[in-house]
């Protein structure tokens, strides 16, 4: 098919790939991976990527241009597939090295290559596009360009280091690196990144441009090529290192103290690096901490997966409820683009939930016109009036039963008869609520976690007579807004507050009995969770804590610790009124750092308690299996990513093992250590 501003001469065809030389004689090869919505470097891709230079460098034409046929960018990168459960080290080398071969085919052309970019040009993508003598950007605001590798626990292995720091500079591409920051077109090309930015429309007279006038290259500033001297590759890489260390420590992450130990070591020759890449990355992938994180990446990919209704397209959501979550979960449809109105009693909450969306959608957007334009979006509706018009209703009001039937019975009779109604309830089971319910199966529950703008997983709440169609219209919105569903079956807590829950109860008991706040949440940071369970508390706030462990306490056996009814009776309700287990100071806690070595036992209690806690979930079948709850407690708890998740954690720990550990702690510490009958 011939393409638009192309004269076509000679057109070759491969599953992938197909080319075309046009009466200018400039080659267009253009990626279209077949049953895929996204290009991605398949072994497949790159063998036929390998056979499409040969047959264009024998048409021996004035330059290529490499471009995409996918609306959803040019290439997303890798396969991360092919590199799952993959162990053996010359494998994964023999497997990076050839790539290393095709793209270097591609550099050494004797004609001058484009790529052109569009939407997602990401690690292995943004590899290829580096051995192309140029690089043209769209202007679009949906291009993302960069390099993730360090979320799966390698650094990028297609002689991205080599090309990187060459084309833009030392310290511009290892920041671009240890980030995993992603750049639009203009971002890119004003570290050199990209030559040219322009409209999708102009990619084809811009890259004839390129090609005819071969303008010189940009090239790395003074202090950026300084930086890869000899004599400050040290400095700067402990000086990184410790800058690193701030965020992830080299036991639970690896990737990115090898990636400078490699820039160290061999920045200062080409093919040394190029050697040292291959061999360093194929070390970290065949690795425990790459293989887990990989495995959370497909566990992302299968809660992607569930698109729902393809029919249900919503455009406008009306939230009852202005408080912090109510507010929150307004402004993020809005921010997603979603029409939405937001209904509450109190004109104040109203406001202050405007103004915290404000807030979000400034640090979001970066642009007045688009900040203006969400702010449009999100309608304060004292009166209810979007009710009838509403795709999506969603209740966000206080964890009482009561008053949540009593607001279904005022707003379903207004409601569309297709309109989802739906509940942020976090511990409430559906039966309950749908009693007063004209149509009780169309009641679903739709779980966000706090902060909502943060937080990726959203739990789809069902019951045994939800209404099949009104799950899939769940599934349909939660892609939407870009959160990541969960079908969870209504019970007590669903999933991740009922894992959660005895995990920050025993925090508080070993508070109890005299650890320091500090000392509890450094064990749980040495396990590898992101925040320790007390300033967990604190954030989602001791108010929340103590009603969700009320609602759930006699069907789970919890007991409210004392301890909190005492700090809330005293106004203390964590980060939001300035204090609770820690004082707070512009938002953050004030936390005294203790030298004292972690005391195992201490961690050992916290994740004996969350674990046996999936162990009961999965028994019960609230979730389909241990994928979905390593899935679901990850993304809704930050559950340590490098271990996998607590199911995966078992297999690999022993369930054995991990078994007599909670005999001996029921025998140390009591009945509620008592492990679950699902260990059997």
Sequence with gaps: MNKPGVSKVEVKQMNNWNFEIDADNIAWLHVDMQHSSANILSKEMLEELDHQLLSISQHNPVGLVILSSKTSGFIAGA???????MTDRHEAEQLIHHAHEILEKLENLPFPSVAC???????????LALACSYRIASDDADVRIGFPETRLGIFPGFAGTVRSTALIGHLNALQLMLSNRNLNGRQAKKIGLVDEVVPNRQFKSAARYLIHDQPHRSRPSLL??????????????????????KKVSIEHYPAPYALLDHWNTSAGDPQQMALSEQQEVAKLLTGETAQNLIRVFLLQNRLKAQKGDPDFRPTHVHVVGGGLMGGDIAAWCALKGLRVTLQDQSPEMLSRAIERAQQLFSKSLRDKRKVRDAMDRLIPDHLARGVPRADVVIEAIYEDAEAKQALYQQLEPRMKSDAVLATNTSSIPLEILAEKLQDPDRLVGLHFFNPVAKMPLLEIVTMASTDTAVIDKALAFSNRISKLPLVVKSSPGFLVNRVLLPYLMEAMQLHKEGVPAAEIDKAAKMFGMPMGPIELADTVG???????AE?????LSIEVPKELVSMID??????KSGEGFYRYEKGKAVIQKSSQPVDESV?????????????????????????ALDAG????????????????????????????????????????????????
Excluded at 570 to 575: E, H, M, T
């Design 79 to 85: 396969d991360v597939r092919a590199f799952a459960g």
């Design 551 to 555: 609602k759930m306490g006699d069907m």
């Design 542 to 548: 001791l108010d929340i804590c103590k009603s969700v």
């Design 117 to 127: 970019m569009h939407g997602f040009c990401l690690g292995g993508g943004l590899e």
């Design 633 to 680: 407690i990850i993304f809704g708890t930050g559950f340590a990513p490098f271990r996998g998740g607590p199911m995966h954690y078992i297999d690999h720990y022993g369930k054995e093992a991990m078994l007599e550990k909670l005999q001996q702690l029921e025998q140390q510490h009591g009945e509620r250590f008592k492990p679950d009958a699902g260990w059997a």
């Design 603 to 627: 961690s050992d209690r916290l994740i004996g308690r969350l674990l046996n806690e999936a162990v009961a979930t999965l028994r019960e079948a609230v979730v389909e299996d241990a994928d």
């Design 224 to 245: 950026q090529r300084l930086a890869g001297v000899s004599l400050l590759r040290s400095a700067i890489t402990t000086w990184l290192k410790s800058q690193v260390s």
């Design 570 to 575: 005293a106004g203390k309700l964590g980060r």
